[in-house]
């Protein structure tokens, strides 16, 4: 299962910052977070991920709290192109390249 | 763009025939991983190989099978197709290197089984 809860559904209008929130209160201190968003019909698409510290780069940044147990993906200038589902993933295999995908939070861009 | 590509991108099977699904990874990945997501689910994992070998693989039956080849390159069998195996086939690879690596996607491929 999952470590993640995510809530279902988020509205953003275009051009506003959107804050993506996810807990992972159970997550290990060794596991990382992932962040991937799935647009209709294609394939994942990563964002970002990160340990304990905060991560920035060209698409998002993401804000991990201080106890690892929440954190936050931040999409600083939306556009209708970001309505997707937003996969927030904490990775428990160290061995492989296992992704344990949740249900996401589906964000929808308005004008 | 992830560089890694699949083929066929769309494909209508009949119950109990056969499967070959293909990806090319990211240049420079070694590792190669294979999803399903079914209609309106999370990709889940069905298996992964480094080094030409499976090592790992998710809760699917012996009949989803995989190859990897020098290259990098790889195949995912699936034999005796069933109703519930129409999904979309999702590959991803990486390069192998601990818990921190970064996993790329393919567009996958749709297939359904009538």
């Known amino acids: 299962d999952a470590k993640t809860t995510q809530p279902p559904s988020m509205d953003c209008a275009e051009g506003r910052a959107a804050n993506l929130p996810c807990n992972h209160s159970?997550?290990?201190?060794?596991?990382?977070v992932y962040w991937y968003r799935q647009i209709h019909s294609q394939g994942p698409q990563y964002i970002i991920h990160?340990?304990?510290n905060n991560e920035t780069n060209e698409m998002a940044s993401l804000i991990i709290t201080e106890d690892r147990k929440s954190s936050t993906l931040i999409l600083p200038h939306a556009t209708l192109r970001d309505t997707a589902v937003y996969y927030c993933?904490?990775?428990?295999?160290?061995?492989?390249?296992?992704?344990?995908f949740g249900t996401g939070t589906r964000l929808q861009v308005f004008p | 763009e992830t560089g890694v590509t699949q083929s066929p991108t769309h494909l209508i099977k009949t119950r109990g025939q056969q499967v070959t699904l293909r990806c090319s990874s990211q240049?420079?990945?070694?590792?190669v991983s294979w999803y399903q997501q079914a209609l309106g689910q999370g990709p889940q994992f069905i298996f992964q190989?480094?080094?030409?070998?499976?090592?790992g693989r998710g809760n699917f039956p012996p009949r989803f099978s995989g190859l990897q080849f020098p290259n990098y390159s790889s195949e995912l069998n699936v034999n005796a197709l069933e109703l519930d195996d129409s999904a979309l086939y999702l590959c991803?690879?990486?390069?192998?290197?601990?818990?921190?690596?970064?996993?790329?996607f393919g567009e996958g491929s749709w297939l359904t089984v009538v």
């Open positions: 991803a690879s990486s390069v192998t290197g601990g818990s921190g690596n970064t996993i790329y």
């Open positions: 159970t997550i290990s201190g060794n596991e990382y």
């Open positions: 990160g340990l304990k």
């Open positions: 993933i904490v990775r428990v295999d160290m061995d492989t390249d296992k992704l344990i």
């Open positions: 240049s420079g990945h070694n590792t």
């Open positions: 190989y480094y080094r030409e070998e499976e090592n």
